[in-house]
């Protein structure tokens, strides 16, 4: 290769192998940079061989973005983004506190082995500041009028009967949710078992739910102290073992949470929990959600796994004022190809959350927040003690594992295997994964976003999801994030899009933003930041506009969507 050259002859054919693999799987149009490509392959790579990519990038017509003519990506570079674990600052000592409930023996944290719980001794709480576990002693159930059994001790017998079918999966639910025996329909979970081929069969109810049902009943002896709730407007952070959450997991898929099947309870302002209206109905997404977690059950009794994971509730009393923010636009990537959690790797991860974390992960839902609980199904466990959101509040989820691969969306979602997370931990043996639930109002008229209020309470909303106080900006990784809101909650993508550069801004973190496929969205976006960095535009100045659009432009539209676009008049008035 002209021009190219090299002490080891061996690295510029090690580029052009790379190179023309990348070509063939398309890698190069889901990348920027070779950083990515090797990212995604595994593969170590030095700013030598990067060099020597870039040209022969150049060399092919790609300008290292597309093989055709295509715009994929526009904004400044991958590499200019800031990812954990390289910008992180130091951690302090994991160490339990007022607002930090830690359930496991902190100093001896080791990657290779299984955190112990803490503490020895095992207390019980049954009030409305906790968890109420299964496994508790006032978890009752009357046997007659004046005899009162322990519930546990039913599970417990029930979950211990050989498993031969997916009848006596359901017969050993029901026999302690006796009240829901007319109300609950088992037709996922039997069609799904009823296909299950001769070894696969004997794998699940002469293996894996024996398992699962052991793990589920090691909850006493792995919760040996209450498990908080992350209740309205406290602030508030629980860090459990990956040991720990798979027992929970375990006992909300056999249904023993109590006080959890009713909205008429205490929990009634808290997600589902308890894994029912997963195995009803007939649908085939049904079948491809048992898939996955079950993968994930699969995985996780054959090898305890070692890692930790933390679950913050953050409520901000104090919101920027907007107004008169005179905050610069910080850098944007912008891409209508991948992932947030493949590209936005080490980046903070938005989960497009319903009110209540998780949506309809354990129902019909199957969007992209229900996709992302369920190749990562620790998220599901925030469901337990997380009350719904308000519109100051977020939930940040930090070092989930991704335990399965897919394809699809909604409908077409199909489970597409293992997933082996390469992710490093920090010193809290946590993965490098932190995701950030934030809810998005629902709009049923295309105008209501536009309202002063509304707009207002979408940036707070993501403003309490970006922001970090205390911290440093130079340690925030980027926001990896898209059409949050959009879709069937009825947000104009455009209008979110603004939003979120502002929120980030006000944050001070860069934001990669991906159009999942809308090469038009990719565009007028990527023009329209480059108009508010080169007028110099500050976020209190648009935060003006937004509202001379809303006075001049939709006020004066009846009904149908304006004839001035939001993004014309922006370009126009700044």
Same mark, same amino acid.
């Given at each position: 290769?002209?021009?190219? &050259?090299?002490?080891?002859?061996?690295?510029?054919?090690?580029?052009?192998?790379?190179?023309?693999?990348?070509?063939?799987?398309?890698?190069?149009?889901?990348?920027?940079?070779?950083?990515?490509?090797?990212?995604?392959?595994?593969? !170590?790579?030095? %700013?030598?061989?990067?060099?020597?990519?870039?040209?022969?990038?150049?060399?092919?017509?790609?300008?290292?973005?597309?093989?055709?003519?295509?715009?994929?990506?526009?904004?400044? =570079?991958?590499?200019?983004?800031?990812?954990?674990?390289?910008?992180? !600052?130091?951690?302090?000592?994991?160490?339990?506190?007022?607002?930090?409930?830690?359930?496991?023996?902190?100093?001896?944290?080791?990657?290779?082995?299984?955190?112990?719980?803490?503490?020895?001794?095992?207390?019980?709480?049954?009030?409305?500041?906790?968890?109420?576990?299964?496994?508790?002693?006032?978890?009752?159930?009357?046997?007659?009028?004046?005899?009162? &059994?322990?519930?546990?001790?039913?599970?417990?017998?029930?979950?211990?009967?050989?498993?031969?079918?997916?009848?006596?999966?359901?017969?050993?639910?029901?026999?302690?949710?006796?009240?829901?025996?007319?109300?609950?329909?088992?037709?996922?979970?039997?069609?799904?078992?009823?296909?299950?081929?001769?070894?696969?069969?004997?794998?699940?109810?002469?293996?894996?739910?024996?398992?699962?049902?052991?793990?589920?009943?090691? =909850?006493?002896?792995?919760?040996?102290?209450?498990?908080?709730?992350?209740?309205?407007?406290?602030?508030?952070?629980?860090?459990?073992?990956?040991?720990?959450?798979?027992?929970?997991?375990?006992?909300?898929? +056999?249904?023993?949470?109590?006080?959890?099947?009713?909205?008429?309870?205490?929990?009634?302002?808290?997600?589902?929990?308890?894994?029912?209206?997963?195995?009803?109905?007939?649908?085939?997404?049904?079948?491809?959600?048992?898939?996955?977690?079950?993968?994930?059950?699969?995985?996780?009794?054959?090898?305890?796994?070692?890692?930790?994971?933390?679950?913050?509730?953050?409520?901000?009393?104090?919101?920027?004022?907007?107004?008169?923010?005179?905050?610069?636009?910080?850098?944007?990537?912008?891409?209508?190809?991948?992932?947030?959690?493949?590209?936005?790797? !080490?980046?903070?991860?938005?989960?497009?959350?319903?009110?209540?974390?998780?949506? *309809?992960?354990?129902?019909?839902?199957?969007?992209?927040?229900?996709?992302?609980?369920?190749?990562?199904?620790?998220?599901?466990?925030?469901?337990?003690?997380?009350?719904?959101?308000?519109?100051? #509040?977020?939930?940040?989820?930090?070092?989930? #594992? &991704?335990?399965?691969?897919?394809?699809?969306?909604?409908?077409?979602?199909?489970?597409?295997?293992?997933?082996?997370?390469?992710?490093?931990?920090?010193?809290?043996?946590?993965?490098?994964?932190?995701?950030?639930?934030?809810?998005?109002? %629902?709009?049923?008229?295309?105008? &209501?976003?536009?309202?002063?209020?509304?707009?207002?309470?979408?940036?707070?909303?993501?403003?309490? !999801? +970006?922001?970090?106080?205390?911290?440093?900006?130079?340690?925030?990784?980027?926001?990896?994030?898209?059409?949050?809101?959009?879709?069937?909650? *009825?947000?104009?993508?455009?209008?979110?899009?603004?939003?979120?550069?502002?929120?980030?801004?006000?944050?001070?973190?860069?934001?990669?933003?991906?159009?999942?496929?809308?090469?038009?969205?990719?565009?007028?976006?990527?023009?329209?930041?480059?108009? +508010?960095?080169?007028?110099?535009?500050?976020?209190?100045?648009?935060?003006?506009?937004?509202?001379?659009?809303?006075?001049?432009?939709?006020?004066?539209?009846?009904? =149908?969507?304006?004839?001035?676009?939001?993004?014309?008049?922006?370009?126009?008035?700044?």
């Amino acid at each position: 290769m002209d021009g190219v &050259q090299d002490s080891n002859p061996a690295v510029p054919l090690v580029c052009v192998a790379v190179f023309l693999v990348a070509c063939v799987f398309g890698l190069l149009r889901a990348s920027a940079n070779l950083t990515e490509v090797c990212h995604m392959m595994r593969i !170590g790579v030095s %700013h030598r061989i990067c060099s020597i990519f870039r040209r022969l990038a150049a060399a092919a017509g790609t300008d290292g973005k597309a093989l055709s003519s295509d715009v994929i990506s526009q904004g400044v =570079a991958l590499a200019d983004l800031r990812r954990a674990p390289t910008c992180s !600052g130091s951690l302090p000592a994991l160490r339990p506190a007022n607002e930090h409930t830690v359930m496991i023996r902190t100093e001896r944290l080791d990657p290779e082995e299984v955190p112990v719980p803490f503490p020895e001794t095992r207390s019980d709480c049954w009030d409305d500041y906790h968890v109420k576990l299964p496994c508790s002693q006032d978890n009752l159930f009357p046997v007659d009028r004046t005899t009162l &059994q322990s519930r546990w001790d039913l599970i417990t017998r029930s979950l211990s009967v050989p498993f031969t079918s997916s009848l006596d999966v359901q017969d050993a639910i029901l026999r302690y949710n006796a009240g829901q025996a007319k109300a609950w329909s088992f037709t996922a979970l039997h069609s799904y078992c009823t296909d299950l081929q001769g070894s696969e069969a004997e794998q699940m109810f002469g293996k894996l739910f024996p398992a699962m049902a052991q793990l589920a009943m090691r =909850a006493p002896s792995l919760f040996t102290q209450p498990i908080p709730l992350l209740s309205a407007q406290r602030c508030g952070s629980i860090t459990l073992s990956q040991e720990q959450v798979s027992c929970l997991l375990a006992n909300a898929f +056999f249904c023993t949470f109590p006080r959890r099947n009713s909205r008429r309870t205490e929990f009634s302002n808290y997600p589902d929990i308890n894994f029912n209206r997963l195995f009803e109905g007939s649908s085939p997404s049904k079948q491809q959600k048992l898939k996955t977690l079950l993968c994930y059950f699969k995985r996780i009794t054959q090898r305890r796994p070692t890692g930790l994971i933390t679950y913050t509730r953050q409520c901000l009393q104090r919101l920027p004022p907007w107004s008169s923010s005179e905050k610069q636009f910080s850098k944007l990537h912008i891409r209508c190809d991948g992932t947030i959690e493949e590209q936005g790797y !080490g980046m903070l991860q938005v989960d497009f959350a319903n009110r209540f974390v998780g949506g *309809g992960v354990t129902g019909s839902g199957l969007v992209q927040e229900e996709i992302r609980f369920l190749i990562n199904p620790e998220l599901i466990a925030a469901r337990l003690f997380t009350e719904a959101l308000e519109d100051n #509040e977020c939930l940040i989820i930090t070092g989930t #594992e &991704q335990f399965s691969r897919y394809s699809g969306y909604s409908h077409t979602y199909r489970w597409d295997g293992n997933h082996d997370d390469q992710t490093p931990r920090d010193n809290w043996q946590r993965r490098v994964t932190e995701v950030v639930a934030i809810d998005a109002l %629902h709009y049923r008229n295309f105008l &209501q976003q536009f309202l002063p209020d509304n707009m207002t309470r979408e940036l707070n909303k993501a403003f309490c !999801g +970006f922001a970090r106080p205390g911290v440093e900006p130079e340690n925030l990784s980027a926001v990896a994030t898209g059409n949050w809101g959009c879709g069937a909650f *009825g947000g104009d993508t455009r209008l979110k899009a603004v939003l979120q550069m502002m929120a980030a801004a006000e944050a001070e973190r860069d934001l990669m933003y991906f159009t999942f496929g809308d090469a038009d969205l990719l565009r007028d976006v990527h023009r329209i930041h480059k108009h +508010f960095t080169h007028h110099h535009a500050s976020v209190g100045s648009v935060f003006n506009m937004l509202q001379q659009y809303y006075e001049r432009v939709i006020k004066e539209t009846p009904r =149908a969507k304006p004839q001035e676009t939001l993004y014309s008049f922006l370009s126009e008035h700044l």
